[in-house]
């Protein structure tokens, strides 16, 4: 099959996820508490690790698909952090 | 009709309008976690800001650093003292 | 053909993946709680990162024209998608857990809670 139809599927799919992402940024920048915040930044940072795999296939370039990886296992360290924080009111330790 | 170019400055732009609305709201709030939320909030749109820009070396670098070593150093930081800003 | 087929799914399951990604968003900014929250934020952990990154893996694994290094792509994608199946809902939890003891929500729907019997609202 051609690539271009990808490529074209990959155009008219991408308002769909930027609508999505800017719903996300604006939870995690109102949300009423905490959690509320770090919730929003955990589902957008796994979204945003698939919009990166896919912008590296529309690319045509794969060594930038080791982005994704970084920020999938990150943002589970910061969600971790602030989870024992709000539980303990203390890090570390 | 828009270049595929043209698409992806437009929503490198639009990140970037975001990214500066995180880091006002940083700057004004009093409660210092909330503070730490939001700047992880402004080095994840950073991170995707990188990403587009054809920078995937510095990605790599500016994730382990500004989302998981630098809220993890604050935190510590503001369990050591207190919690809310004072005037 | 087994190519295009792999491709035909892949581009099925990014068109999933992103219809589940707007629905994920507009929960999150629709439900009034935390807690109630924590449903579309599944949603849109599993259905819109895990079908999405499982559907690119395809398509690289069935489009020729981008290299030898598709086959990087292809198993790096598995590999992202094994890891927010095993992360996103880990993450949730300990969440969920820590609002839960720490007090900061209280649960606003409540038939019983056993855990904190001052954090049930009851309703009327």
């Known amino acids: 099959m051609d690539f271009s139809i990808v490529q074209t599927f990959i155009i008219y799919i991408l308002p769909v996820y930027v609508v999505a992402f800017v719903l996300y940024v604006i939870r995690a920048l109102k949300g009423p508490t905490i959690s509320d915040q770090v919730l929003a930044i ?52 | 009709m828009l270049t595929y170019e043209e698409i992806m400055l437009l929503i490198t732009a639009l990140a970037s309008v975001f990214s500066v609305i995180a880091v006002y709201y940083a700057i004004i709030e009093k409660n210092l976690v909330r503070a730490v939320v939001f700047s992880a909030i402004q080095s994840t749109i950073y991170a995707f800001i990188y990403y587009m820009f054809m920078a995937p070396d510095i990605v790599l670098v500016y994730i382990p650093v500004a989302v998981g070593l630098y809220p993890a150093v604050i935190l510590i930081l503001i369990s050591k003292t207190e919690k809310v800003e004072k005037q | ?97 820590a609002t839960h003891r720490s007090g900061l929500v209280r649960v606003e729907p409540c038939v019983v809670d056993h855990l904190n019997e001052d954090m049930c609202v009851k309703e009327g």
């Open chain 3, 1 to 97: 053909m087994i190519e295009d087929l792999l491709v035909i799914i892949g581009m099925i399951m990014l068109g999933i993946g992103a219809v589940a990604d707007l629905i994920a968003a507009i929960g999150l900014n629709r439900f009034k709680n935390f807690y109630l929250r924590l449903h579309a934020a599944t949603i849109g952990t599993i259905w819109g990162a895990f079908v999405p990154l499982i559907g690119a893996s395809l398509i690289a694994a069935g489009s020729p024209c981008l290299g030898v290094y598709r086959w990087f792509v292809a198993g790096g994608g598995l590999a992202i998608a094994f890891l927010v199946l095993i992360l996103a809902p880990a993450g949730s939890h300990a969440l969920a857990r």
């Open chain 1, 42 to 93: 955990d589902a957008m940072s796994y979204d945003l690790a698939a919009f990166l795999v896919i912008l590296s296939i529309f690319f045509r370039e794969p060594i930038l698909i080791g982005t994704a990886i970084v920020l999938a296992l990150w943002i589970y360290a910061l969600d971790i952090y602030i989870a024992k924080y709000l539980e303990k009111k203390e890090v570390g330790e």
